[in-house]
Each structure stands twice: as C-alpha cells, then as structure tokens.
C-alpha cells in the first residue's frame, strides 16, 4: 500500500511558476513509476508528466517544455515544476503511483493522491 500527499498548489498568474510535491509513504518507493494527471472542470482526467524509477521522463504535448518531472527516491517524493504557466493550466493535479510492470502494460496507476488546485489567472 502506497499512500500519497500532494503539496504546492495555489493561485498564480500567467506567466509564473509553481513547483508541486508528492510525498509517497511505504518502502519500495523507487520501484514505482509516478505519474502526474489534472483533471479541469467538466474534463477528463489527463497525464500531465511520468517518470519511471531509474528516471525516464514523458510529457504530454501541451506541457513539454514548460513543465519538469522529478524525483528523489531518497526522500520519497517526486516533483512537478511548471513555468509559463497559463490559464488552460488550471486544474486540480493529482499524483499517481503504480507498479511499473502494470503500468506497461495496463496504463493502471494503483495509487492516487487527494489532488491540489491549481488555478492560473489572466
């Protein structure tokens, strides 16, 4: 069982930046791949950013280039910084963790966080 605890949402205007935590309970933490998602109002829940344990990266194309996935295996907890934020940006971003031979095969992320908001002004 892997419990999550996002941190670092908040309100920003346009242009500016924000860096969100997930900090991950339970051993093992490097074994999991982490991933996060935001799902806006009326939306559908989408993959922001992953990273695997041993740190292999993807994005999704909306925010390549403005937004860094990390991790600190140490310290359990794993990173987004965003910058260039913009108003589309707003959502409520969640953390996920999942078993890297499932999410390979499945797309499943087992574990999820409560979510923070984020909200973007113009």
């Known amino acids: 069982q892997v419990h999550l605890v996002e941190s670092g949402g908040g309100l920003v205007q346009a242009g500016g930046s924000l860096r969100l935590s997930c900090a991950a309970s339970g051993n093992v933490f490097s074994m999991y791949r982490m991933g996060w998602y935001r799902q806006a109002p009326g939306k559908q829940r989408d993959m922001v950013a992953a990273i695997s344990g041993g740190g292999s990266t993807n994005y999704a194309d909306d925010v390549k280039g403005r937004f860094t996935i990390s991790r600190d295996n140490a310290k359990n907890t794993v990173y987004l910084q965003m910058n260039s934020l913009k108003p589309e940006d707003t959502a409520v971003y969640y953390c996920?963790?999942?078993?890297?031979?499932?999410?390979?095969?499945?797309?499943?992320?087992?574990?999820w966080g409560q979510g923070t908001q984020v909200t973007v002004s113009s």
């Open positions: 996920a963790a999942g078993h890297a031979v499932v999410v390979a095969s499945t797309g499943r992320y087992d574990y």
